[in-house]
């Protein structure tokens, strides 16, 4: 893949759309986001020991990894829409 959104390219991912969406909803929400790419960003797999454990053990099938808060939330897929409409409606209650 040549980009995290999954919109590059001849076919379009419509999960991969769809979690980029969200997470500059978040961002918007105030929310802190970090998005890695293991092709285009190694070390920083390398450099999270919960990560690299993972993928030491059970290879790049444990991808992609969702954290919040530095705990793993999601393991070997993303959050489904209404996950992750939730999310995205509880923090925007924070908003002021």
Not at 3 to 23: E, I, K, M, Y
Not at 24 to 31: A, I, S, T
Request: aromatic residues 8%; negative net charge.
């Amino acid at each position: 893949m040549c980009c995290s959104t999954g919109v590059c390219g001849p076919d379009v991912d419509p999960v991969l759309a769809a979690v980029a969406g969200w997470l500059h909803q978040l961002k918007d929400c105030g929310v802190r986001v970090e998005r890695y790419n293991l092709a285009q960003q190694p070390i920083a797999f390398a450099q999270n020991g919960q990560v690299k454990d993972l993928l030491q053990k059970e290879g790049i099938t444990v991808l992609p990894l969702v954290f919040v808060d530095g705990e793993i939330a999601f393991k070997g897929a993303y959050p489904d829409e209404a996950t992750r409409q939730a999310w995205l409606t509880a923090e925007k209650a924070r908003l002021p």
